[in-house]
C-alpha cells in the first residue's frame, strides 16, 4: 500500500508540471520583417514541424511585450499581443518557450499557426513573482 500511494504521489507531481501548450496564429504575416522581406515570401518555404525562435523586442513602441518569431535567421511575424502580455515576463525571466512551426495556411494570402510549449514552472514562478509585486506594493 504504502509503495502504491508513492508512486501515485509522484505521478501527481509529474503531472503538474507538464508543459502547457498553445497554439496561435501569428500576427503581423502580411508586412515586411525588419530587413525589408515580404513575410508572405518567407511563409512560402515555411515548413510545419520545424523550431521557430521567440525574440523580445521590449523596445517596440506600440508594445512592450512584443515577441518576434522568427524562421532560421527570417523574421515571420508577432505572437498576438493578449498572449504576448502573459509570455513576456515569463520570458523576461529567463524561461525557456519552445515552438514550433504546425502549418501555412492560404494562398495568396498566408497565415502561420505556432505552437508554443510553455513550462509550468515558470507560470509558477511567475505567479509567485507577481504575488511577491503585490505584497511589496502593500
Not at 508543459?19 to 525589408?36: C, D, E, F, M
Not at 508572405?40 to 513602441?61: F, N, S, Y
Request: glycine share 8%; net charge positive; proline share 5%.
Amino acid at each position: 500500500l504504502l509503495i502504491i500511494l508513492l508512486a501515485l504521489r509522484c505521478t501527481r507531481k509529474n503531472a503538474a508540471k507538464q508543459p502547457r501548450k498553445v497554439t496561435t496564429n501569428l500576427a503581423g504575416v502580411t508586412k515586411s520583417n525588419a530587413s525589408g522581406t515580404p513575410i508572405q515570401q518567407i511563409l512560402r518555404t515555411v515548413t510545419a514541424g520545424r523550431e521557430i525562435c521567440l525574440v523580445r523586442e521590449p523596445d517596440k513602441p506600440y508594445d512592450p511585450n512584443a515577441i518576434a518569431v522568427y524562421y532560421g535567421s527570417a523574421g515571420i511575424g508577432y505572437i498576438k499581443a493578449e498572449l504576448a502580455k502573459e509570455l513576456a515576463p515569463l520570458i523576461d525571466s529567463g524561461a525557456v518557450i519552445h515552438a514550433k512551426v504546425v502549418r501555412v495556411t492560404g494562398g495568396r494570402n498566408r497565415g502561420c499557426t505556432v505552437e508554443l510549449t510553455i513550462p509550468q514552472d515558470a507560470e509558477a514562478a511567475n505567479d509567485t513573482n507577481d504575488t511577491n509585486d503585490t505584497n511589496d506594493q502593500q
